[in-house]
């Protein structure tokens, strides 16, 4: 057992009934509990509460929580974590001028990265990927998904899916993968999309339902990548293998992918960085989750989504990361929260639940991740003595997070 006594603040509490997820106004509200204790036993969280109700628990391992806050695990549902290399050639180039776009149609971007990963043998990528893993744990991170991508071929793609599945058997916390084989389309296929759709449908989807290896199907749904026909049929194919939906789309340009996607039931879109005022209707009305991932316009100095205006139409947001070589070589998620803050205009309160219960509802496990509620995983960190919630988001350059627990086990 582990008994916390004295804490500050404990964030983002649940009684039963449990939320799934918040949305529009209500992401305003984070429940709380001040001069509280939280008490952890097999894992989970057993109790919590004010300290005039701390239960004796004799035996326990007790942390004197005083000065803290306790919040529970980010939840970060969007990852590129499985990489060969970093690119930050191209980050220069793009100093130089160079765009995104442009840098990507000379065959650099994920086309690079391709080529890295395939001369990176499996262990080295996982080994690369597992530091990567623990460094996002220190900020706080507590659950992941973790997409494919860099692989373009039939053993690329196995061997980065194979790479995520060893990152789940090494750590306690959820790892959810998604299988992302329409990426970007390989130079062997430039003269062929055609083929390379039906290598993904008629070889990729097949050996990796056989394994086991994806929770996900992801595409990338943009202008030089593929189209909203081309992604609509990929989440079909996907569909067939039980694979449920979650889609990179409207990052630089609105082509309709977000309508293709919730026709079709995706748990998610993201980046969403373009947005029209019908697109945030066809949101609405669905259970299709949005994802912004604001380190990407940050990283490519680009514009941000335009997130008021989505929770002013009553959605509900979701914060990752989007770590990953090209657009987002960070996957701390305290500095998404602050530029959700300082760029989106979320409040501190709005920018938790996107990237804590919202974020869980992305992977799909908000049942027992993403907030404090008895008999949820034990997945929570402390800050080191801060005066506020508003403190994280604003101190963006600290690291404020200080102690780290998984499943009940500080890491
Ligand atoms: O989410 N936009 C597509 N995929 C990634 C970037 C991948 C890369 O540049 O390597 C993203 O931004
Ligand atoms: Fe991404």
Redesign the pocket.
């Known amino acids: 057992m582990l008994l916390l006594r004295n804490i500050q603040t404990i964030f983002q509490t649940e009684t039963a009934p449990l939320r799934e997820r918040v949305a529009g106004a209500d992401m305003q509200v984070l429940p709380s509990v001040d001069d509280a204790f939280l008490l952890v036993e097999n894992g989970k969280i057993l109790s919590f509460g004010p300290m005039t109700q701390c239960p004796d628990a004799p035996g326990a391992q007790v942390v004197d929580a005083a000065g803290r806050l306790l919040l529970p695990t980010w939840c970060d549902s969007?990852t590129?974590l499985v990489f060969a290399a970093s690119r930050e050639n191209e980050f220069v180039d793009r100093i130089h001028g160079l765009t995104y776009e442009q840098i990507a149609q000379r065959g650099g971007g994920i086309l690079n990265s391709a080529r890295r990963l395939r001369d990176t043998p499996e262990e080295v990528l996982l080994e690369l990927a597992w530091q990567r893993l623990l460094e996002v744990q220190r900020y706080g991170t507590g659950a992941i998904e973790i997409k494919s991508g860099y692989g373009l071929s039939v053993e690329g793609e196995l061997k980065m899916l194979r790479v995520i599945r060893a990152l789940r058997e090494r750590t306690k916390m959820p790892v959810k993968a998604t299988f992302l084989g329409a990426h970007a389309l390989p130079a062997e296929y430039k003269t062929d999309r055609e083929g390379y759709l039906r290598l993904i449908e008629e070889e990729m989807l097949p050996r990796i339902a056989d394994e086991g290896l994806a929770d996900y199907i992801d595409a990338f749904c943009e202008k030089n990548f593929f189209s909203p026909a081309e992604t609509a049929r990929l989440i079909e194919a996907g569909a067939r293998y039980g694979l449920k939906a979650k889609i990179?789309t409207n990052q630089f340009n609105c082509l309709g992918g977000i309508e293709v996607c919730v026709e079709r039931g995706a748990v998610s879109v993201?980046h969403l960085e373009v947005l029209t005022d019908e697109e945030i209707n066809c949101l609405k009305n669905s259970d299709t989750l949005p994802v912004l991932?604001p380190s990407a316009p940050f990283f490519l100095n680009d514009h941000y989504p335009p997130a008021r205006r989505m929770l002013d139409a009553g959605l509900p947001l979701v914060l990752a990361s989007?770590f990953?070589p090209g657009s987002s070589p960070s996957g701390k998620m305290p500095f998404v929260v602050s530029l959700a803050c300082i760029k989106l205009r979320m409040t501190p309160e709005e920018a938790v639940n996107a990237a804590t219960l919202n974020g869980a509802a992305a992977m799909e496990i908000s049942h027992s991740h993403g907030s404090i509620a008895v008999g949820k995983s034990a997945n929570f960190f402390l800050t080191k003595p801060v005066s506020s919630l508003a403190f994280l988001p604003y101190a963006f350059g600290s690291d404020v997070v200080e102690r780290v627990w998984i499943a009940g086990e500080e890491v």
């Open positions: 969007h590129h990179h993201d991932l989007d990953n």
